[in-house]
T-cell receptor, first 115, second 120 residues
């Protein structure tokens, strides 16, 4: 079974609209971390946001927020007021306890912002 | 902060030659770095975990004699693709692990810009 599932291979969103990128995960660990990265066409992986499994509040970083629903095992990324520069691949990743800091990656979602 | 550089960004080489890729953490020390390979339209595939001062840990299916990793200092890890062949052509990207002061377990991987390797 896949540990990280991103069900949206691609999304088109109008500029200035909010967008939600889905991510569900599967783990039996109680302690784990969830990450979102952005990969523009240049190839660099840019860290966006982190959510710890014990964090009581949803993480926020500027226009990025993470809708963390622990019981549903989902960690959706919300981008508010989308911009043309948000067009990129977005990857959800999880780090489990005792994983030697390795990340388990989702397949990614290609987001295209339309002007 | 948390800037990672990678050099070269592009390399084209002949089959049979060796290619060295450098990964540097510029503004922090990283005892652990990771090397990934990414095929077009796919996610990252972890090749190996590089720990400063010790041997790298390779993932299953990755030839350690072909992909030599050296992590000689807290800011530099190198990946050498030995006797490169066309099937080694790919996008190679490294990351360096940075801890977050006061936030246990929030160590985050910061990535370099990647290296595109083309073996002719």
């Amino acid at each position: 079974a896949q540990k990280i599932t991103q069900t949206q291979p691609g999304m088109f969103v109008q500029e200035k609209e909010a967008v939600t990128l889905d991510c569900t995960y599967d783990t039996s660990d109680q302690s784990y971390g969830l990450f979102w990265y952005k990969q523009p066409s240049s190839g660099e992986m840019i860290f966006l946001i982190y959510q710890g499994s014990y964090d009581e509040q949803n993480a926020t970083e500027g226009r990025y927020s993470l809708n963390f629903q622990k019981a549903r095992k989902s960690a959706n990324l919300v981008i508010s007021a989308s911009q043309l520069g948000d067009s990129a691949m977005y990857f959800c990743a999880m780090r489990e306890l005792d994983s030697n800091y390795q990340l388990i990656w989702g397949a990614g979602t290609k987001l295209i912002i339309k002007p | 902060g948390a800037v990672v550089s990678q050099h070269p960004s592009w390399v084209i080489c002949k089959s049979g030659t060796s290619v060295k890729i450098e990964c540097r953490s510029l503004d922090f020390q990283a005892t652990t770095m990771f090397w990934y390979r990414q095929f077009p339209k796919q996610s990252l595939m972890l090749m190996a975990t590089s720990n400063e001062g010790s041997k790298a840990t390779y993932e299953q299916g990755v030839e350690k004699d072909k992909f030599l990793i050296n992590h000689a200092s807290l800011t530099l890890s190198t990946l050498t693709v030995t006797s490169a062949h066309p099937e080694d052509s790919s996008f190679y990207i490294c990351s360096a692990l940075q801890g977050v002061s006061g936030r246990a377990r929030q160590e985050t991987q910061y990535f370099g810009p990647g290296t595109r390797l083309l073996v002719l």
